[in-house]
């Protein structure tokens, strides 16, 4: 039935000045002519909501007959359009049975992208019953999708398809406002790609566009699902994941991210290897509004990058003021350069199937005038990151070499070789002219490669690698099994040794020695390849005997020995040969990092302030309390909120040996940290006002709501006046 039909069975539809001016039959074929045209159609219900009619364009363009949709209620034809808040009220328009027009709907059918514009009355008989709808519709597919499409490139990038910086914007701002309403936390982690300029300088903007598009592939997979990921613009990313504070498991992701980012691409215009930096803030405990959230992510981006780069962080109060100290740090650097003040010990590297010494590895010391002997740990990076590394590095390999002249011919000489110090213009010339000069034979130089060598340019390193190999230097991939090197680039490359860091050993579920079954499948590959093996941070004396057991040739650490002076080195040498009984250090914890600082331990309703001697995942040693029992539970209070559960397993005096309920997890700094801290939702409710809590300030409040009471136990002097010793 043509809907002119359903106009000519009530005359009154027909607007008198019409009806004037035409007959009911020209106004009727009017109406036909324009609904065959397809430019605009009819619709019709009863009082059910069932089609009753429908223009034969409008029924073909939605792929059916029209009289395959009669008697089919108009909501299953047409449902809300995605997205569209007014789509969504077309059942309730229908229901409360009041006139509406220019609303957008959508085809049910998932291979239909019809979209309709409706407009409609309800009609009423001669008894004033509600007798159905009447309406109008036309097909604005195209200018939907046109629209969309716009508000889509205005939204989301176009390079890449992620979120942009409009809106990851907006979307951090409406996150953080409801989730500060509902005491809920939320993660930003700001990215930055290492060595992307390299890439559009050598193989152009095309391969890094490519490139650009593998990046956030590869960023989707690695998140999961979990957050939003924004390009903020170049080779900037943000990646916001609500309802997250847990510090170990960011940091999993971090380092996910980092590793998958840092495996090569293809792309038309050749191979290319990146990296990539991390920096984390969480909210409410690092910002509460956008730009303190943003600006606490950048400064610890700021920092992982400074770090050495490949790196995460977290941030900290503290970082606040890194730069400064940074800054310093870097000019005493220089300053230490002049003055000589950088010295060099050796550690042993030892056989262990004989115990005998077949190697000495060059370590860095340097005693500074104001902070004492500070640990290479520490300045080594800024050193990186300044280049600062590059001279300090050149003194060292040449003072290394002329003090292994000294020794005897069999006894290699190690030493670890920065990355920065490898991509370094002419390194290879300065290794064979430093070799001249002091005439070592260059068989006796074993010069150790981080993994993170092989990222830089491939044609680059392979010419500096084949320089060295053809001098007759002995080359090590040092802390193999961070993922970034390929079974087939070990193939190719012209390394000695592969050798096993000591991350390889932290305790893990199942072993308390680490990850034995890795060790075995690296020692097999390395029996495979023609390569050596070597360990090295192996304190134990039953994880010594391990590695023997599964065939690694080499060892270091402080079962066998510590690094020594020079002057020890060639007392030793004087003796003969050099064998050394390795001696048992207990049984191998997570590797504990030597501190000194003060922190807080909460006990019943008392605190105090105790010194904080050494640190690992599973346990700390405190100094400061006197007559502590064994079994004993404190809450140790690191500062920044963080709270960490123990128990006393071991006391001495005034020294305590922990052991915590919770195991820490990596900082991104070298460092450790509490998995979650104390929420400022938790300290808003004991009396501190969230508005007073700005970024990095609300453990000041933590402090303050800490009990104090007379001590329970006893105060030692060290912790009334600690020492530097």
């Known amino acids: 039935m043509p809907f002119s039909n359903l106009f000519s069975s009530r005359g009154d539809t027909v607007a008198p000045e019409i009806r004037q001016g035409m007959s009911p039959d020209e106004k009727l074929r009017i109406v036909d002519e324009i ?61 409360t049975r009041k006139s509406f027009s220019n609303l957008s709907a959508q085809a049910q059918a998932r291979d ?56 990851m914007e907006q979307r951090i701002d409406s996150t953080l406002k409801t989730f500060c309403a509902a005491e809920r936390t939320a993660a930003l982690m ?21 490139l650009l598009q593998q990046v956030a592939d590869r960023l989707s997979s690695a998140v999961g699902g979990r957050g939003e990921i924004g390009r903020l613009g170049g080779d900037e990313f943000q990646v916001l994941i609500p309802d997250m504070d847990d510090r170990g498991e960011l940091g999993e992701i971090a380092k996910k991210i980092i590793q998958m980012l840092s495996q090569p691409y293809s792309v038309e215009e050749g191979r290319c290897t990146i990296g990539c930096s991390v920096g984390i803030a969480i909210a409410p405990y690092d910002g509460l509004e956008r730009d303190e959230l943003t600006r606490a992510a950048d400064l610890a981006l700021y920092a992982s990058k400074n770090g050495g780069r490949g790196q995460f962080r977290f941030y900290g109060a503290d970082l606040e003021h890194e730069a400064n100290l940074r800054k310093r740090m870097e000019d005493d650097l220089s300053a230490a350069i002049e003055a000589g003040d950088f010295a060099l010990e050796y550690q042993p590297v030892v056989d262990l199937a004989s115990n005998t010494v077949v190697g000495l590895e060059a370590k860095y010391t340097w005693e500074d005038e104001d902070r004492g002997r500070v640990a290479p740990e520490t300045f080594l990076p800024i050193a990186e990151g300044s280049r600062l590394i590059v001279p300090i590095g050149e003194w060292a390999l040449r003072r290394a070499c002329e003090d292994a002249v000294q020794w005897p011919g069999a006894l290699r000489l190690s030493m670890n070789i920065s990355p920065v ?53 002995r080359l090590t991939l040092d802390q193999y099994g961070s993922g970034r090197s390929s079974l087939a680039y070990l193939r190719r490359a012209p390394f000695n040794t592969l050798k096993i860091g000591g991350n390889f050993f932290e305790p893990m579920l199942g072993n308390e020695l680490g990850d034995m079954e890795l060790v075995r499948a690296v020692v097999a590959l390395a029996n495979a390849l023609g390569m050596e093996t070597a360990a090295s941070g192996v304190h134990a004396l039953k994880l010594m005997e391990e590695l023997r057991h599964l065939g690694v040739g080499q060892v270091q650490g402080f079962v066998y020995s510590d690094a020594v002076s020079h002057a020890q080195v060639i007392e030793e040498i004087e003796k003969g040969e050099w064998i050394i009984e390795p001696t048992d250090q207990g049984s191998q914890r997570a590797n ?56 006393v397993r071991r006391t001495m005096d005034d020294t305590q040996g922990l052991e915590f309920e919770q195991e820490l997890v990596d900082d991104g700094a070298g460092g450790l940290c509490t998995r979650n801290r104390v929420s400022p939702y938790e300290l808003a409710a004991a009396g501190a006002p969230l508005e007073a809590l700005p970024a990095g300030k609300y453990a000041m409040a933590a402090q303050s709501q800490a009990p104090s009471s007379y001590p329970k136990f006893k105060v030692s002097q060290s912790a009334a006046s600690p020492s530097q010793n």
């Not at 059910?48 to 009669?70: C, D, F, H, M, T």
């Not at 002091?438 to 084949?466: C, F, H, I, M, Q």
């Not at 995942?617 to 559960?645: C, H, K, N, W, Y």
């Open 421 to 473: 110090q490898f991509e370094t213009n002419g390194f290879a010339e300065l290794v064979e002219r430093i070799l001249e000069e002091t005439d070592l034979d260059p068989t006796r130089l074993e010069l150790e490669l981080n993994e993170s060598v092989l990222l830089g340019d491939a044609s680059k390193v392979d010419a500096t690698l084949g320089h060295l190999f053809k001098l007759g230097v």
């Open 190 to 210: 700001m990215l930055d790609l290492d060595r992307f300029k390299q890439v559009n300088d050598t193989l152009g903007h095309a391969a890094g566009d490519q």
């Open 592 to 647: 504990r990092r030597t501190v000194y600082r003060r922190i807080g331990v909460i006990h019943e309703d008392h605190y105090y302030d105790v010194t904080l001697r050494n640190l690992s995942r599973s346990g700390a040693m405190i100094e400061g309390l006197e007559d502590v029992p064994v079994g004993t539970m404190f809450v140790l209070d690191f500062g920044g909120g963080q709270l960490a559960v123990c128990t």
């Open 112 to 167: 239909n992208d019809a979209v309709l514009s409706l407009s409609g009355r309800a009609l009423y008989d001669e008894k004033t019953e509600f007798a159905g709808f009447r309406g109008s519709v036309i097909d604005i597919t195209e200018d939907f999708r046109a629209e969309a499409e716009a508000n889509r490139l205005a939204k989301f990038d176009s390079l890449t398809g992620l979120a942009n910086r409009h809106r």
């Open 35 to 95: 609904e065959n045209s397809g430019t605009l159609g009819f619709w019709a219900t009863d009082r059910n909501g069932n089609i009753v009619y429908l223009s034969p364009s409008i029924a073909k363009r939605l792929g059916a007959l029209p009289e395959e949709l009669l008697g089919t209620p108009l909501q299953q034809v047409l449902i809300p359009v995605e997205g569209e808040t007014d789509g969504r009220s077309l059942g309730l328009k229908l229901n």
